[in-house]
């Protein structure tokens, strides 16, 4: 069974800065895996799918990796601004597009 | 294009009660999902449907959760009779097709039960 975990669970950083969140998992025969945002109330919005056969996915200022032999992926977000706080999911397919997430990590960005 | 749509947004009931949602997904798609998500976690599956079929329920607690996508287009989730451990927001997502990678997602129905 597929267990992912998130770290840190939450994270609070000023503006400007570049991060990285961590995503691991256990299990690594998967289809692909990705990169989720969700804000207060709202749905989930996918931010970045990387295929198992990719190591990495690049979208505007982030930037996915994917180790599957060590079982991690991160997510790095460069020059962070106030409205990148959200909370991020990691999700992993293992088959039939049905998803395993993570417990996310919650971010704040202070201006 | 018009995102998945679900109602209500919020509920509030007592335990024992029985609850009803509701999940419209984008125009075209043919796969459904409900997922649940408790509040500091991250979602976990309950149910996923192709067209009016169901694929996989194997975490839907079936002794009180049932879903139906009659017609293969609108879901319903129902629970009956609700627990405390139910509280929680139910999101609905949709897909294209069976294994297409992107699933769109709703804004979610909280449920609290009290």
């Known amino acids: 069974k597929q267990e992912v975990t998130q770290i840190p669970a939450a994270l609070s950083v000023p503006e400007g800065e570049n991060l990285v969140l961590n995503c691991s998992f256990t299990?690594?025969?998967?289809?692909?895996l990705q990169w989720f945002r969700q804000d207060p109330g709202k749905g989930l919005t996918s931010l970045l799918l990387i295929q198992s056969s990719q190591r990495e996915q690049t979208s505007g200022r982030l930037n996915a990796s994917l180790d599957k032999s060590s079982g991690r992926s991160t997510l790095y977000i460069a020059a962070s601004q106030p409205g990148d706080s959200a909370t991020y999911l990691c999700a992993l397919n293992n088959a039939g597009n049905m998803l395993t997430f993570g417990g996310g990590t919650r971010l704040m960005v202070k201006p | 294009e018009a995102g998945v749509a679900q109602s209500p947004r919020y509920k509030i009931i007592e335990k024992r009660q029985s609850v009803a949602f509701w999940c419209n997904p984008i125009?075209?798609?043919?796969?459904l999902y409900w997922y649940q998500q408790i509040l500091g976690q991250g979602p976990k599956l309950l149910i996923q449907?192709?067209?009016?079929?169901?694929?996989?329920d194997s975490q839907l607690p079936k002794d009180r959760f049932s879903a139906e996508r009659l017609k293969g287009v609108d879901s319903t989730l129902k629970i009956q009779p609700a627990k405390l451990e139910d509280s929680a927001v139910y999101l609905c997502?949709?897909?294209?097709?069976?294994?297409?990678?992107?699933?769109?997602f709703g804004p979610g129905t909280r449920l609290t039960v009290l």
């Open positions: 449907f192709q067209n009016n079929g169901v694929v996989d």
């Open positions: 125009s075209g798609h043919a796969t």
């Open positions: 299990d690594s025969a998967i289809y692909n």
């Open positions: 997502a949709s897909s294209l097709r069976l294994n297409t990678d992107t699933q769109y």
